[in-house]
């Protein structure tokens, strides 16, 4: 999540928002002020067992912005160019010879600047929720389910809460990264394979997989089935009171129901992959998963 404190153009400061992260029980927190580096000097005097905090920076070039996670500390990267310049990918081999991840921030940024104009090819990740639920994240959302049903490469969809100051809640949204260990590399695996959902607070859950006879894969996961293999998804969200579950594959919605639990039946054949989400009554976002991919 982009959090951004007195280091640069935020209110916080890291005495806050550690206190806020441990308060609304996280694991981990990645800290990205604009431009700079210099919060990374301080992160060491705040880090516990009790939560992991991964450095990095929110470059904000002139045709939008992008996190650099898992920066090693002190690194910097630049962001004094436009797409026109043609020099992105210089930049983000930088980020990427650091063991960090690239990911496309806000794409519809309504203010100058802030709208991402770099295409999705050589980022890890795009950032389809950004704080409180918008039309802008609604955007995102259809930009990003559109990306596998045209055969571009699939990026995986994270959220964050790029919050900046009192007002500007520091847990809406956040990522639910299903790692295997609670460290650096791990969380950017998971968070590179699209191993994870994205949820309003930890009061909202969610669990998705696919199964085919003995074979199971969850969310981010490919099931390797045959293409007429029958593949049951299953899903069950928690914390939603009168909410919707809809399912979506590379040709739209394909399922609706009250949020609780779910099932419905598919093949590779007809699903490329699956996506869930679930909703409030008001239409607002509570959660949704990246996809489970039934085929090989």
Not at 170 to 199: F, H, M
Request: net charge negative; proline share 6%; aromatic share 8%.
């Amino acid at each position: 999540m982009h959090l951004h404190s007195v280091h640069s153009d935020g209110a916080w400061t890291p005495e806050q928002i550690v206190a806020e992260a441990r308060r609304s029980g996280l694991d981990f927190i990645v800290s990205t002020e604009h431009n700079t580096s210099s919060a990374a000097g301080i992160w060491g005097h705040h880090s516990r067992d009790d939560l992991l905090i991964i450095d990095g920076e929110e470059v904000t070039t002139r045709d939008g912005h992008y996190t650099a996670l898992g920066l090693p500390p002190g690194t910097w990267i630049d962001w004094r160019y436009r797409a026109a310049d043609g020099v992105i990918p210089r930049f983000l081999d930088e980020v990427y010879r650091h063991g960090a991840l690239a990911v496309a921030a806000h794409p519809f940024g309504p203010f100058a600047g802030g709208q991402w104009k770099f295409g999705y090819s050589q980022v890890d990740a795009i950032e389809v929720w950004n704080g409180p639920w918008t039309s802008g994240d609604e955007a995102s959302l259809r930009l990003w389910s559109g990306l596998p049903a045209e055969g571009r490469r699939w990026v995986p969809a994270v959220g964050d809460s790029d919050s900046h100051r009192e007002g500007q809640v520091i847990v809406l949204p956040q990522n639910v990264v299903l790692a295997e260990d609670l460290e650096r590399g791990a969380i950017l695996s998971a968070v590179r394979a699209g191993r994870l959902y994205v949820a309003e607070s930890s009061a909202v859950s969610m669990s998705f997989e696919a199964a085919a006879g003995s074979r199971t894969a969850g969310i981010g996961e490919r099931l390797g089935a045959e293409p007429g293999d029958p593949v049951t998804v299953s899903v069950r969200t928690e914390g939603v009171a009168a909410g919707v579950i809809r399912l979506f594959t590379d040709e739209g919605q394909v399922f609706e129901c009250p949020a609780g639990t779910a099932t419905w039946r598919t093949t590779p054949h007809v699903s490329a992959y699956v996506r869930a989400e679930v909703r409030h009554p008001d239409g607002s976002m509570a959660a949704f998963t990246n996809p489970v991919f039934p085929g090989r």
